[in-house]
């Protein structure tokens, strides 16, 4: 799989400057579980004060960058695809909950990022998801999150 911010886009509704998942790689339907990718630009802004001397990426973008991908899996599995319609359109959601989020490493600028996420539960309204960004090869953050969605 290699679908990126265009698809992306027609799926969830975050856009730039807030659109945190660059592209989409792997989805198991069977497993519920989804793989993608966020390049860390040097250039973003937040660097300027989370931390000039330090730059690390937020947490709580990291936490969104997870949530996002999990969004995207809720897509895959609920129409039972691993492609995306041309037709498609995201559904309105709500962030209802952060379960829990840990951080283990930094992210540090220009740096890829591997996000994993596993469908935890769903019940037609409310989905919670476990997710893991990875850099250089560690477990940079867990986070499992919780949406309702609206429609």
Wanted: charged share 20%; hydrophobic share 45%; proline share 8%.
């Amino acid at each position: 799989m290699n679908i990126g911010r265009d698809g992306i886009e027609r799926i969830i509704p975050q856009r730039d400057p807030i659109l945190y998942v660059d592209r989409l790689t792997g989805v198991d339907l069977d497993a519920g579980v989804i793989s993608g990718e966020r390049w860390i630009d040097p250039a973003d802004p937040v660097f300027n004060g989370h931390f000039p001397e330090y730059p690390v990426y937020p947490g709580t973008y990291i936490v969104e960058m997870i949530g996002q991908l999990g969004l995207c899996l809720y897509y895959f599995l609920e129409n039972k695809t691993d492609s995306i319609s041309p037709e498609a359109k995201p559904l309105p959601l709500r962030a209802t909950r952060i379960l829990g989020a840990s951080f283990m490493e930094p992210i540090l600028p220009g740096r890829t990022v591997t996000l994993l996420a596993k469908k935890l539960e769903f019940d037609g309204f409310l989905a919670t998801a476990v997710g893991q960004a990875i850099v250089d090869g560690k477990v940079a953050c867990v986070s499992i999150g919780e949406v309702a969605f609206l429609a």
